[in-house]
């Protein structure tokens, strides 16, 4: 398409259009003139040349870019101020920080259509084969990258205290599972992710996220969940396929890994990813520092970046975790988008969730089970006499400890398998907090062991030997030893103030400390270079960019309740704002404190035994004893964290929840069921891990799961969670079987029953002859059969069992064709069986009904191999005069959804609103008009 003047190029109408639409909107009594005078100003400023009326009347008018983006920006800066978007130099605090957020994306989206404009056919949207070199450096570097160990012991180091190996991530890595979480679930604080998953979808292996096709999808997991440890196994995993993919292996993405901490500044999408790559890579192997043009576009023809956002909690204020959300939903949502994002995330209110799209999907990641740790354990220790012996060991300490059931994620794992390998014959730890301070300790162990006191001597001596005066030479030695001496403290008071909000660099929050007092004759950038010399060799922080981060969010937690505890006063003053007294009668809220950190708090709070220990715990006992949803997931919560609550009044309260029915009642009437989550379960379940009580938990979970007044899903997640219980597992596994073979249940919940139990170690095989009898009973309706065939698809070791079956049903021309779509579905999502899906979309888009063929061609256009096959029969059908009209919409709008064919879409669903020949009535032309407003929207 040219650029000429009577034929402007697509690029040149968005430009031209966008810029009168925001010109109409900031001129509300003003004229161009004077935002061209504006805008002249800025430019000067900046060296620029200044604009003339008619070089600007040219881009409004056909939409003309100009020869350098600065110059446009500096018009459209002007108008979006005057639109009402304020500068963020004019703003405070986190107002400030969402407003530099604003108008980085912006500028972004400018750009783009600029650099749109200034092109004669559509934007690039790939680098060229050549570019294919400086991928593969940069994945070389990716895979050097991920497979350490994302939270080593100390930095460069691969040993512990006694010289004892941290094994590499790969030796280690366990293969884990995710499961879908329903869309209309309630708030995830109010449901622990074990019991939820029973109710969601089936339990996938967690690598299916990255091979998902939404553009953007959300990874849920709770303190120390495996997140970061998923994301660093998909990065080796990808790279390694790619740099191998001669083979043929290769993935549809190729993954960069960000923290969501580094997409709240004022640098494009682009740039972040460029600064944080180069950051993470420069030190495994990476030369040349990466441009932002790397990752503006695709990095390949047809293969898009996979964006890994992590650690989206870990920014402390809501609306800046919503600003990035909307900047990712955005960019994801883009014509021609290079992206797809994945975010991970602890559980957050599900309306954090919304803003983005509303159907986002989110995925949880599952906990180990028995038979993982055991073999996490039996790798971690392979350079250990005896690994199995070791493992075994370390499993029964686990139990004896009571920390079997936090052990099922990978950090609380690694941490303490690390301390059993530098003492095998300690007893592990009792309790979270006891755990993290062992941890902590064997650090400065090791430290220690390795003299870093020789380095921090080093530091200092560099420092005082800057200054050739004596008493200058005394007042910085003097000042550095303090520094030094007051380290741990220091460290509690940087987590304190990061987890308080505090962002500035770590050196600046330390040079406010009481112990961190510059001497006048010592320059601040040596200070400050001292201050990292001393932070850089702890094991605790690691070094991100120009700053320090904690090796893990919940060692910054545990760091932070220190500094909050640090002193009676100081507990004293936690105890009031964090658990104030309130009136008989008067509603509690739990505080609005991230429950993990909550815990390290109470820890603290709870621990010596004083006054203050004391009032703690009456005003736990008071607040819980109130009752309510609320009061029984906060304790219920805190028991799963193995916070060191007062154990007799703390079973006494779950079990007057657990016997309390008001409290299923109570989400029955605010979600109609209870299919996500069962407080009178969850305190059973608790009850069970309390010190002495594992029989009485038991005891309630069995009455729940033989309990026939409670809701049908709440009975399968009872014998789901007795099964869990340590020595109950077979009495748990025989009520599910029990419930999956009872004939008088709706074949729905058998179904959930089966797969629960697939759920349980040891019982894979009793389930899958469960799930194939469910599939093959000709007496069921088929979409019970076919969720039977899904849920077998998901279970380790039988995906060909539910695949022969999900074929049958495709090929089956007695089935609906809407029940043939979904089996091909079922089939593209099974691992190894992606090709003979596609297949049967393609029979199936030459069905005799014209909406089967939409619906099959839509589905086939996301296999990039069918994606030009799909649209071409798109295309026919929306084109197809002998079709009713709004089926024509129907293809015309899945044309518009498939990548690269958005403008053709688009431009028979226009032409469909103004022919008046076009078989439509009146509320049709009205949906159309919505659908085509829905379309831009995107």
């Given at each position: 398409?040219?650029?000429?003047?009577?034929?402007?190029?697509?690029?040149?109408?968005?430009?031209?259009?966008?810029?009168?639409?925001?010109?109409?909107?900031?001129?509300?009594?003003?004229?161009?003139?004077?935002?061209?005078?504006?805008?002249?100003?800025?430019?000067?400023?900046?060296?620029?040349?200044?604009?003339?009326?008619?070089?600007?009347?040219?881009?409004?008018?056909?939409?003309?870019?100009?020869?350098?983006?600065?110059?446009?920006?500096?018009?459209?800066?002007?108008?979006?101020?005057?639109?009402?978007?304020?500068?963020?130099?004019?703003?405070?605090?986190?107002?400030?920080?969402?407003?530099?957020?604003?108008?980085?994306?912006?500028?972004?989206?400018?750009?783009?259509?600029?650099?749109?404009?200034?092109?004669?056919?559509?934007?690039?949207?790939?680098?060229?084969?050549?570019?294919?070199?400086?991928?593969?450096?940069?994945?070389?570097?990716?895979?050097?990258?991920?497979?350490?160990?994302?939270?080593?012991?100390?930095?460069?180091?691969?040993?512990?205290?006694?010289?004892?190996?941290?094994?590499?991530?790969?030796?280690?890595?366990?293969?884990?599972?995710?499961?879908?979480?329903?869309?209309?679930?309630?708030?995830?604080?109010?449901?622990?992710?074990?019991?939820?998953?029973?109710?969601?979808?089936?339990?996938?292996?967690?690598?299916?996220?990255?091979?998902?096709?939404?553009?953007?999808?959300?990874?849920?997991?709770?303190?120390?969940?495996?997140?970061?440890?998923?994301?660093?196994?998909?990065?080796?995993?990808?790279?390694?396929?790619?740099?191998?993919?001669?083979?043929?292996?290769?993935?549809?993405?190729?993954?960069?890994?960000?923290?969501?901490?580094?997409?709240?500044?004022?640098?494009?999408?682009?740039?972040?990813?460029?600064?944080?790559?180069?950051?993470?890579?420069?030190?495994?192997?990476?030369?040349?520092?990466?441009?932002?043009?790397?990752?503006?576009?695709?990095?390949?023809?047809?293969?898009?970046?996979?964006?890994?956002?992590?650690?989206?909690?870990?920014?402390?204020?809501?609306?800046?975790?919503?600003?990035?959300?909307?900047?990712?939903?955005?960019?994801?949502?883009?014509?021609?988008?290079?992206?797809?994002?994945?975010?991970?995330?602890?559980?957050?209110?599900?309306?954090?969730?919304?803003?983005?799209?509303?159907?986002?999907?989110?995925?949880?990641?599952?906990?180990?089970?028995?038979?993982?740790?055991?073999?996490?354990?039996?790798?971690?220790?392979?350079?250990?006499?005896?690994?199995?012996?070791?493992?075994?060991?370390?499993?029964?300490?686990?139990?004896?400890?009571?920390?079997?059931?936090?052990?099922?994620?990978?950090?609380?794992?690694?941490?303490?398998?690390?301390?059993?390998?530098?003492?095998?014959?300690?007893?592990?730890?009792?309790?979270?907090?006891?755990?993290?301070?062992?941890?902590?300790?064997?650090?400065?162990?090791?430290?220690?062991?390795?003299?870093?006191?020789?380095?921090?001597?080093?530091?200092?001596?560099?420092?005082?030997?800057?200054?050739?005066?004596?008493?200058?030479?005394?007042?910085?030695?003097?000042?550095?030893?303090?520094?030094?001496?007051?380290?741990?403290?220091?460290?509690?008071?940087?987590?304190?103030?990061?987890?308080?909000?505090?962002?500035?660099?770590?050196?600046?929050?330390?040079?406010?400390?009481?112990?961190?007092?510059?001497?006048?004759?010592?320059?601040?950038?040596?200070?400050?270079?001292?201050?990292?010399?001393?932070?850089?060799?702890?094991?605790?922080?690691?070094?991100?960019?120009?700053?320090?981060?904690?090796?893990?969010?919940?060692?910054?937690?545990?760091?932070?309740?220190?500094?909050?505890?640090?002193?009676?006063?100081?507990?004293?003053?936690?105890?009031?704002?964090?658990?104030?007294?309130?009136?008989?009668?008067?509603?509690?809220?739990?505080?609005?404190?991230?429950?993990?950190?909550?815990?390290?708090?109470?820890?603290?709070?709870?621990?010596?035994q004083d006054r203050i220990a004391d009032e703690a715990a009456r005003r736990l006992e008071d607040i819980t004893a109130r009752g309510g949803e609320g009061a029984c997931t906060f304790l219920t919560t805190q028991v799963r964290l193995r916070t060191a609550l007062p154990p007799d009044p703390t079973a006494a309260q779950l079990i007057r929840f657990a016997e309390d029915p008001s409290l299923s009642a109570v989400l029955e009437a605010r979600y109609g069921n209870v299919g996500i989550s069962s407080p009178r379960m969850e305190a059973a379940w608790a009850l069970a891990q309390l010190d002495g009580y594992r029989k009485d938990g038991?005891?309630?979970?069995?009455?729940?799961?033989?309990?026939?007044?409670?809701?049908?899903?709440?009975?399968?997640?009872?014998?789901?969670?007795?099964?869990?219980?340590?020595?109950?597992?077979?009495?748990?596994?025989?009520?599910?079987?029990?419930?999956?073979?009872?004939?008088?249940?709706?074949?729905?919940?058998?179904?959930?029953?089966?797969?629960?139990?697939?759920?349980?170690?040891?019982?894979?095989?009793?389930?899958?002859?469960?799930?194939?009898?469910?599939?093959?009973?000709?007496?069921?309706?088929?979409?019970?059969?076919?969720?039977?065939?899904?849920?077998?698809?998901?279970?380790?070791?039988?995906?060909?069992?539910?695949?022969?079956?999900?074929?049958?049903?495709?090929?089956?021309?007695?089935?609906?064709?809407?029940?043939?779509?979904?089996?091909?579905?079922?089939?593209?999502?099974?691992?190894?069986?992606?090709?003979?899906?596609?297949?049967?979309?393609?029979?199936?888009?030459?069905?005799?009904?014209?909406?089967?063929?939409?619906?099959?061609?839509?589905?086939?256009?996301?296999?990039?191999?069918?994606?030009?096959?799909?649209?071409?029969?798109?295309?026919?059908?929306?084109?197809?005069?002998?079709?009713?009209?709004?089926?024509?919409?129907?293809?015309?709008?899945?044309?518009?959804?498939v990548d690269g064919y958005r403008d053709s879409g688009i431009a028979r669903l226009l032409a469909f609103a103004e022919d008046p020949e076009v078989d439509l009535d009146e509320l049709e032309r009205v949906e159309l008009a919505m659908r085509l407003e829905e379309l831009e929207a995107e």
């Amino acid at each position: 398409m040219g650029g000429g003047t009577a034929n402007p190029s697509a690029g040149r109408q968005v430009l031209r259009d966008k810029l009168r639409e925001l010109e109409t909107e900031a001129l509300q009594g003003r004229s161009r003139t004077e935002a061209i005078a504006r805008a002249n100003d800025l430019l000067r400023q900046a060296g620029f040349p200044p604009l003339s009326p008619t070089r600007v009347g040219g881009w409004f008018e056909k939409g003309s870019p100009a020869k350098d983006f600065e110059v446009l920006w500096a018009l459209i800066r002007v108008l979006l101020e005057w639109s009402g978007q304020p500068p963020a130099d004019a703003l405070s605090g986190p107002d400030r920080a969402r407003a530099a957020i604003r108008w980085t994306n912006a500028r972004e989206l400018w750009r783009t259509r600029w650099e749109q404009a200034k092109a004669l056919r559509p934007a690039p949207t790939t680098l060229s084969p050549a570019d294919a070199l400086p991928v593969d450096a940069y994945l070389g570097a990716v895979r050097s990258f991920a497979t350490q160990h994302p939270y080593p012991m100390s930095p460069g180091s691969p040993y512990g205290a006694g010289d004892t190996p941290v094994p590499a991530l790969a030796d280690v890595y366990v293969r884990r599972q995710t499961s879908p979480l329903p869309p209309d679930a309630p708030d995830s604080r109010e449901a622990p992710p074990r019991i939820r998953t029973t109710g969601a979808g089936p339990a996938v292996p967690a690598g299916e996220i990255f091979r998902a096709d939404s553009a953007l999808c959300v990874l849920l997991a709770g303190p120390g969940g495996g997140k970061t440890t998923l994301f660093r196994a998909h990065l080796a995993d990808s790279a390694e396929r790619w740099l191998n993919r001669r083979d043929g292996k290769a993935d549809r993405t190729i993954p960069v890994l960000v923290n969501a901490r580094d997409l709240t500044g004022s640098y494009p999408l682009p740039v972040a990813l460029a600064k944080t790559a180069t950051s993470q890579l420069k030190t495994f192997g990476l030369l040349d520092e990466l441009p932002a043009e790397f990752f503006r576009h695709r990095p390949l023809p047809g293969v898009s970046w996979l964006v890994l956002v992590d650690g989206l909690d870990e920014i402390p204020d809501i609306g800046i975790r919503g600003t990035v959300l909307r900047m990712l939903a955005a960019a994801a949502a883009a014509d021609h988008s290079p992206y797809r994002f994945v975010v991970a995330t602890r559980l957050l209110p599900a309306k954090e969730l919304e803003p983005p799209a509303p159907q986002t999907p989110c995925f949880e990641l599952q906990p180990f089970s028995r038979s993982d740790q055991l073999a996490y354990a039996a790798r971690y220790f392979r350079s250990l006499d005896d690994p199995g012996r070791h493992a075994r060991t370390f499993m029964a300490g686990l139990q004896r400890s009571r920390l079997d059931d936090m052990a099922r994620t990978p950090l609380m794992a690694s941490m303490l398998c690390r301390l059993h390998a530098a003492a095998p014959t300690r007893p592990l730890p009792d309790g979270r907090t006891s755990a993290y301070r062992s941890f902590v300790e064997l650090i400065y162990e090791q430290n220690a062991h390795k003299n870093i006191s020789s380095t921090h001597d080093e530091a200092i001596r560099r420092l005082k030997d800057r200054h050739q005066i004596p008493r200058h030479n005394q007042a910085a030695e003097k000042a550095a030893q303090r520094v030094r001496d007051h380290l741990p403290e220091l460290i509690d008071h940087l987590a304190h103030e990061r987890i308080g909000g505090n962002s500035a660099p770590a050196v600046q929050v330390l040079a406010s400390h009481l112990h961190v007092n510059r001497p006048d004759k010592v320059n601040q950038q040596l200070w400050n270079s001292f201050l990292g010399d001393l932070l850089r060799p702890t094991g605790l922080l690691v070094q991100h960019m120009d700053d320090f981060d904690f090796l893990h969010q919940t060692l910054l937690e545990y760091h932070a309740a220190r500094h909050a505890t640090r002193d009676a006063k100081a507990r004293a003053h936690v105890l009031q704002t964090v658990f104030p007294k309130s009136p008989p009668g008067h509603d509690w809220e739990p505080p609005e404190l991230d429950p993990s950190y909550l815990g390290f708090l109470l820890d603290g709070l709870l621990g010596p035994q004083d006054r203050i220990a004391d009032e703690a715990a009456r005003r736990l006992e008071d607040i819980t004893a109130r009752g309510g949803e609320g009061a029984c997931t906060f304790l219920t919560t805190q028991v799963r964290l193995r916070t060191a609550l007062p154990p007799d009044p703390t079973a006494a309260q779950l079990i007057r929840f657990a016997e309390d029915p008001s409290l299923s009642a109570v989400l029955e009437a605010r979600y109609g069921n209870v299919g996500i989550s069962s407080p009178r379960m969850e305190a059973a379940w608790a009850l069970a891990q309390l010190d002495g009580y594992r029989k009485d938990g038991a005891a309630r979970l069995t009455r729940l799961a033989h309990d026939t007044t409670l809701e049908d899903t709440t009975r399968v997640k009872a014998a789901w969670a007795l099964a869990q219980v340590d020595g109950y597992r077979k009495d748990g596994a025989a009520h599910l079987t029990r419930l999956a073979d009872d004939t008088a249940w709706k074949v729905f919940h058998r179904i959930e029953a089966a797969k629960a139990l697939a759920g349980v170690d040891g019982c894979q095989d009793d389930a899958v002859v469960r799930l194939c009898h469910f599939t093959d009973d000709c007496t069921l309706n088929i979409s019970s059969r076919l969720r039977a065939a899904r849920v077998l698809t998901w279970v380790e070791g039988h995906g060909h069992e539910s695949a022969a079956r999900l074929i049958a049903f495709a090929e089956d021309l007695t089935l609906e064709d809407s029940d043939r779509l979904e089996a091909a579905w079922a089939l593209v999502e099974t691992d190894g069986y992606q090709d003979i899906g596609n297949t049967q979309f393609l029979r199936l888009a030459d069905s005799l009904d014209p909406l089967t063929r939409i619906r099959a061609a839509s589905a086939l256009a996301e296999a990039d191999e069918y994606r030009d096959e799909a649209a071409a029969r798109l295309s026919r059908l929306a084109d197809n005069r002998a079709l009713y009209g709004f089926l024509r919409v129907d293809a015309a709008e899945a044309l518009a959804r498939v990548d690269g064919y958005r403008d053709s879409g688009i431009a028979r669903l226009l032409a469909f609103a103004e022919d008046p020949e076009v078989d439509l009535d009146e509320l049709e032309r009205v949906e159309l008009a919505m659908r085509l407003e829905e379309l831009e929207a995107e």
